[in-house]
Nanobody, 122 residues
Framework: QVQLVESGGGLVQAGGSLRLSCAASGRLFSSTLMGWFRQAPGKEREFVAAITWSGSATYYAHSVKGRFAISRDNAKNAVYLQMNSLKPEDTAVYYC???????????????WGQGTQVTVSS
């Protein structure tokens, strides 16, 4: 079992930055893939970024590449999503998830956090 708890969401103006955190507990392996997804009202959940627990590989959605950065701290059992140059279209509930490749498919992830709201005002 893996438990995931997100934090760090909030309200920010366009162009601003936020850093989301995901505290993980339970059985995590070097092959575990940690991902961030988001879901805006009326839209499907979409892939944002992912990183292997070992940190050997990262993956990004085209819409966030160059603006967002995913990282992990194994000593703290945590995964982070640094979000820069935020846009109103980044507004969504952001979810942390643990699973396996391929990174962009939500059904590849077995465990999910409760989500944290990110709102970007124009």
């Amino acid at each position: 079992q893996v438990q995931l708890v997100e934090s760090g969401g909030g309200l920010v103006q366009a162009g601003g930055s936020l850093r989301l955190s995901c505290a993980a507990s339970g059985r995590l392996f070097s092959s575990t893939l940690m991902g961030w997804f988001r879901q805006a009202p009326g839209k499907e959940r979409e892939f944002v970024a992912a990183i292997t627990w070992s940190g050997s590989a990262t993956y990004y959605a085209h819409s966030v590449k160059g603006r967002f950065a995913i990282s992990r701290d194994n000593a703290k059992n945590a995964v982070y999503l640094q979000m820069n140059s935020l846009k109103p279209e980044d507004t969504a509930v952001y979810y942390c998830a643990a699973g396996r490749l391929p990174p962009e498919f939500a059904n590849a992830y077995d465990y999910w956090g409760q989500g944290t709201q990110v709102t970007v005002s124009s």
